[in-house]
């Protein structure tokens, strides 16, 4: 459960700050149905562009808005690119649900919102006294500087070394306090180290991702009813919804396919992982390149219990495609060669990396189960290759500039050719395996007690499900903080 206990004297500062700034928190009601925002606060976005740090970009914190960089409001269905068969190999249909219109490109603005907000409604977290830390692996740490930013609070980053470049300049350039902690995306245990540092000074006030509920609040609430919406959009006669395939890397994403399984009971939720670092397939660990997941440890916040399949995706994979998606000669062969249409090319820049190792989650999981044409897969776009320019131009550098016999080769052995390896259907014993291994990280490291974790294991009624309910008693003390503000009313 999210503690929602009010500090007085924080939550007045909190007040104070946002009447001065004109800061007006939107509901999970409103993330989830945009068209309920208030008709003024939608016109004046009209003039306010997607990255703007505006306040009022706190109400495009949805999986709904307009597909445009500028002054855009909210559609009915999702944004989301259908991996064409003659593109993915398979006959099932694969529906990915892009977070490229997200505020900074990302969805981790939900996810971090869903940390921070909890905390600021109920003077927890005051602006006037503390900092909010965002260990990440490269997007959640962007998404909460920027909602730091929005709200009037200082925004600590903590993020590995090795991410891409325009990680760090964009952090830099917000106005966040940058800690560069050594390795690459696997390295969580280096995060969490700098984490529980900066945690003895009292100014510092953490907001973990992988331990933190309101990112399976939000993720519920908002991801997976998305889902739900985009599916029933676009499914045809006799369509079913066969899966959902996330790769972990909070596992936040994990808890919309709590929801989907139970409005979907049939489907299958499946995670994924990078093969170079196979936690949950047989307690490995290593370094990868799939820039937007995190490894060697089972997050707090993944309800294993729920998770049938566990999927390894080869970095390199992901990173080939990176390359044929993203250059003109790959886009060309798209083009030419598969005679994908301009729209469907230009989509598939929506893709980030880790993107693409959703997609090709979902590639493998039809191939396991041999689904047809009347299966379809969901899954997310954390980012788009926006992020990554800097990686495409190092592995031009590396391999020589891209080429149409590349493209040829790229597609048909890192996509046509994945096979069903490196999968592993999980059992109660199995799902109770991986729970265990949460002990090492959140037990014996983070303070966590085993009693808390064997309560997320046999107590899911007091746990996932309570955590999932809180969203309607969050959205009524965020109506009771716009109400103090006096600035709805004075719109």
Request: aromatic share 8%; with cysteine; proline share 4%.
């Amino acid at each position: 459960m999210i503690d929602l206990t009010k500090n007085a004297a924080g939550l007045q500062n909190n007040i104070n700050n946002a009447r001065e700034n004109g800061i007006i928190i939107p509901t999970i009601e409103q993330m989830r149905h945009p068209e309920t925002i208030p008709a003024k606060i939608q016109e004046k976005l009209k003039n306010v562009g997607l990255w703007d740090v505006n306040p009022l970009n706190l109400f495009r914190i949805t999986w709904k808005n307009e597909p445009t960089m500028n002054g855009g409001l909210y559609k009915d269905v999702p944004n989301y690119v259908e991996i064409p068969s003659e593109l993915s190999g398979v006959p099932a249909r694969i529906i990915a649900m892009s977070g490229k219109w997200f505020p900074t490109g990302c969805h981790k603005v939900g996810a971090s919102f869903g940390c921070l907000a909890p905390r600021l409604v109920t003077g927890q977290f005051d602006v006037n006294k503390h900092k909010a830390v965002w260990p990440s692996t490269g997007n959640y740490c962007r998404g909460g500087a920027f909602n730091s930013k929005l709200m009037g609070a200082q925004g600590v980053a903590i993020l590995p070394a090795e991410m891409s470049q325009e990680r760090f300049d964009w952090l830099h350039e917000i106005g966040a306090e940058v800690f560069a902690t050594p390795g690459c995306e696997s390295n969580v245990k280096e995060i969490f180290d700098k984490t529980n540092e900066l945690s003895l000074d009292p100014q510092y006030m953490i907001f973990n991702q992988f331990a933190e509920m309101g990112n399976p609040l939000w993720h519920y609430n908002v991801t997976g009813y998305a889902l739900a919406d985009l599916f029933e959009a676009v499914k045809r006669p006799g369509d079913r919804l066969a899966a959902a395939c996330f790769t972990s890397g909070s596992a936040g994403t994990m808890s919309a396919g709590d929801l989907l399984k139970e409005r979907y009971p049939q489907m299958k939720l499946a995670v994924g992982e990078a093969l170079q670092c196979p936690t949950i397939l047989n307690n490995g660990f290593g370094g990868h390149r799939i820039e937007g997941i995190g490894d060697k440890h089972i997050p707090w916040v993944h309800n294993v219990k729920n998770t049938d399949m566990a999927i390894a995706i080869d970095d390199e994979d992901s990173q080939r495609l990176l390359r044929l998606f993203n250059t003109e000669e790959g886009q060309k062969y798209l083009k030419e060669e598969l005679k994908l249409d301009d729209e469907l090319i230009e989509k598939l820049t929506w893709l980030g990396i880790s993107g693409i190792a959703n997609v090709l989650c979902c590639i493998k999981c039809a191939k396991y189960y041999e689904m047809t044409e009347k299966d379809v897969l969901v899954t997310v776009l954390t980012d788009s290759a926006v992020m990554y320019g800097s990686r495409v131009k190092e592995l031009n550098d590396m391999y020589g500039a891209y080429n149409r016999t590349e493209a040829i080769v790229d597609h048909n052995i890192h996509m046509l050719g994945l096979k069903t390896d490196n999968m592993m259907e999980m059992g109660y014993a199995e799902r109770k395996r991986v729970h265990h291994l949460k002990y090492y990280t959140w037990c014996e490291q983070q303070g966590k007690t085993a009693a808390e974790l064997n309560a997320l294991w046999y107590d899911t009624e007091g746990t996932w499900d309570a955590v999932h309910a809180q969203a309607k008693e969050l959205d009524a003390l965020i109506n009771e903080f716009n109400e103090a503000t006096g600035l709805l009313k004075n719109l």
